[in-house]
């Protein structure tokens, strides 16, 4: 099952950047973007819950890193950084972002300042996913396939 969630988690980190590249390309192009932003809202949320679940359960990364090692051990090795603290709280940071974001674009349908959450949002997850390519905490592009 942990394996699943994990697979799930990672495939819905492309409806995440999919959804908020469009919903940043429809707020540029002064579209409504407010589908858009409600989908990314919806599966950011489901992300978060699962990861969140991965986090303090069911993954030896995270939290559980942290009580076994204790936090100094945790923040001296970059791989264990990355899995216990910078992943996480990018994330839940680029999540706030986007939940603020939609909310003030619903409430008000001013685009200005949702765009800069939404890039700020971009930013922030673009860093924290361990792509394939980043040494000693990269994950395959599509796990579980092939």
């Known amino acids: 099952m942990n394996t699943g969630l994990l697979h799930l988690h990672n495939l819905l980190r492309w409806v995440i950047l999919i959804t908020l590249l469009l919903s940043i390309y429809k707020l540029m ?5 407010l589908s858009t932003s409600k989908i990314l809202l919806i599966t950011s949320h489901t992300t ?3 990861g969140l679940y991965q986090y303090f359960v069911s993954s030896p990364l995270g939290f559980k890193m942290i009580q076994t090692g204790g936090m100094a051990t945790v923040m001296k090795d ?4 990355f899995w216990a603290v910078e992943h996480i709280f ?3 940071l680029a999540i706030i972002l986007i939940t603020i974001g939609h909310i003030k674009y619903k409430k008000t349908g001013k685009t200005n300042p949702i765009f800069i959450f939404y890039i700020v949002a971009l930013l922030l997850i673009l860093s924290a996913i361990p792509w394939p390519f ?3 905490i990269g994950r395959p592009w599509f796990p579980g396939v092939g």
């Open 90 to 92: 990018s994330m839940v």
């Open 78 to 81: 970059s791989v264990s950084r």
């Open 48 to 50: 978060l819950v699962l």
């Open 134 to 136: 980043r040494a000693g």
């Open 29 to 33: 192009v002064k579209q409504n973007a």
